[in-house]
């Protein structure tokens, strides 16, 4: 019986591929975590932008991890109370106007925004149709800048 042993080696235009490859990955990776960084900065100026419109709110980020492990901000959002104040339309028409600026602090709102604005604009003529309902009845608030 005969046995036979090859040896083969890799031509080495082969060896030559796999430094870049590697160099292609390493970079694509760079530009995904530059994307990510840049992606974050905006997400998380975009919600500050919210807050300070606002005066308060809580923060909640939807992140990712990026290639080198750590978690950017992909997504965010900030929680807007949209209920009436109870026996106070004026109130109530104060807190829809705050809510409608907070939606538009923003450079460029989101639809998300966008369909706040609007609920706080309904919320507001509401209030305001209420408060002019209570005038001609007679009903007086008296709000103190």
Do not use: C
């Not at 292609?24 to 960084?37: F, G, N, T």
């Not at 901000?73 to 104040?85: C, F, H, N």
Request: aromatic share 4%; net charge negative.
């Amino acid at each position: 019986m005969v046995s036979i042993t090859a040896v083969v080696r890799a031509p080495r235009h082969v060896s030559a591929i796999v430094p870049a490859a590697n160099a292609r990955l390493d970079l694509a990776r760079r530009l995904a975590q530059i994307r990510l960084q840049e992606a974050d900065a905006e997400v998380r100026a975009h919600e500050h932008a919210h807050v300070a419109a606002l005066g308060k709110g809580v923060i909640v980020y939807d992140t990712v991890v990026g290639p080198d492990g750590s978690a950017y901000a992909v997504g965010g959002s900030v929680a807007v109370d949209l209920k009436p104040v109870p026996g106070d339309p004026e109130a109530t028409i104060r807190k829809a106007r705050m809510a409608i600026q907070a939606a538009y602090a923003v450079g460029e709102p989101s639809a998300v925004d966008m369909r706040v604005a609007a609920e706080a604009y309904q919320l507001e003529v509401a209030a305001q149709s209420l408060l002019a309902r209570e005038q001609e009845a007679g009903v007086v608030y008296t709000w103190y800048a």
